[in-house]
Every structure is written in structure tokens, then in C-alpha cells.
């Protein structure tokens, strides 16, 4: 897929291309880190619930499990592991 980047100002491509390289390595810094944060929670807590946080999703949304303030709090932390991890697989399949 091809991306046009319109730019406005006195700006050259390079310049362009030097700023948006940054910010993409950045941003896949932020990523990783938010990564390991929020798969260290749910490796906490499927160590604690002995199962995996796929299948506590499967069993959360198809209302298997009580409403312990744990099952919001791991759902909240799979949630943002799975956007993050989308996040990084673009950032990773993006080249300047």
C-alpha cells in the first residue's frame, strides 16, 4: 500500500522523512514498553486464576465469571496488551 504525505511549509522530503522516522521509532518504544506492562498484569493474574487470558476473555464476555473487581481489572489490561500489540505490528510493517 502506498501512503501520500501532503506537506505543508518550506520543508523537504528528507526533513519530512527524518521527523516521521523519529516519531515512529518512538512511538514503537512506547509501544514495546506498554507491551511488557500490561503482559506482565496478566501474567499475574493467570498465574493467580490458572488460565490463560485468552480464554478468561472467552469465559468474561460470555458471562461464565462473577464480577470480582480482578476480572475487570485483567480485562482492561488484555484489552490494552491486544491495541498495543495491533499498534506495534503497524508501526513495525511501516518503511520509509
Known amino acids: 500500500m502506498t501512503l501520500t504525505v501532503d506537506i505543508k511549509g518550506d520543508f523537504t522530503p528528507q526533513e519530512v522523512s527524518e521527523v516521521i522516522r523519529a516519531a515512529l521509532e518512538q512511538n514503537e518504544r512506547i509501544a514495546k514498553y ?10 499475574n493474574f ?10 478468561f ?10 464480577d470480582d473487581e ?3 481489572d485483567w480485562y482492561a489490561a488484555k484489552r490494552g496488551l491486544d491495541i498495543w500489540d495491533k499498534k506495534l505490528k503497524i508501526i513495525s510493517g511501516i518503511q520509509i
Open 46 to 55: 493467570e498465574n493467580k486464576y490458572g488460565m490463560s487470558s485468552d480464554l
Open 57 to 66: 476473555v472467552k469465559k468474561f464476555d460470555s458471562g461464565d465469571l462473577g
Open 70 to 72: 480482578d476480572f475487570f
Open 34 to 43: 506498554k507491551i511488557k506492562k500490561y503482559s506482565d498484569i496478566c501474567g
